[in-house]
């Protein structure tokens, strides 16, 4: 299973996030050296801010994916296994849909942002579609993968069943 496309592809993502959170220690790590010898560099704090979005954003997929998200688990914490085993494929489509519908907003925002030319407020300003392309990237992907687990675990249900029989 972790050969799957699915897989590469969250790992991928994951791995421009580590590379985004990398690139904010080194900018700190500059930024440190740079006004110790009484020369700040001005845009590391909002760089850093866009690279922080950019990594939450990419590291989405690959957590979904895992399964590693935050959830809210005490409802089918208390379900017998048999009945957790049937609920958590529900369970995922349901989130599937959400952080689709979820990502269809980012996108109407984006388009609205595009068309407006809307930047942010800041001393390096930024298209704000930008930042709401990541969020849409995020979420989009997070819901894929959402479908991605939840018809692996229906798949897995469907052959324990047939075990049984």
């Known amino acids: 299973m972790r050969s799957s496309a699915s897989y590469r592809f ?15 220690i ?19 704090p909002e760089v850093s801010v866009y690279f922080f979005c950019f990594a939450i954003c990419s590291s989405m997929p690959h957590v979904t994916r895992r399964g ?3 959830a809210v688990s ?19 489509l349901l989130s599937f849909l959400v952080c689709i519908v979820i990502a269809y907003l980012c996108a109407e ?16 300003s930024i298209p704000k ?8 990237y995020g979420f989009l992907l997070s819901g894929v993968m959402h479908l991605v687990n939840a018809l692996s675990l229906r798949k ?6 047939k075990d049984n029989t």
């Open 26 to 44: 080194l900018f700190s790590m500059l930024d440190l050296i740079s006004r110790t010898l009484g020369k700040p560099v001005a845009w590391v």
């Open 129 to 136: 579609w930008i930042l709401s392309a990541m969020l849409t």
């Open 109 to 124: 925002i984006l388009w609205q942002q595009y068309r407006a030319g809307t930047i942010t407020v800041a001393d390096i």
């Open 68 to 70: 590693a998200q935050i």
């Open 10 to 24: 969250s790992r991928a993502s994951f791995n421009l996030g580590v590379a985004a959170i990398t690139s904010i």
């Open 156 to 161: 897995q249900a469907l052959a324990a069943r």
């Open 74 to 92: 005490l409802l089918l914490e208390t379900l017998p296994p048999g009945a957790r085993q049937r609920y958590v494929p529900l369970i995922e």
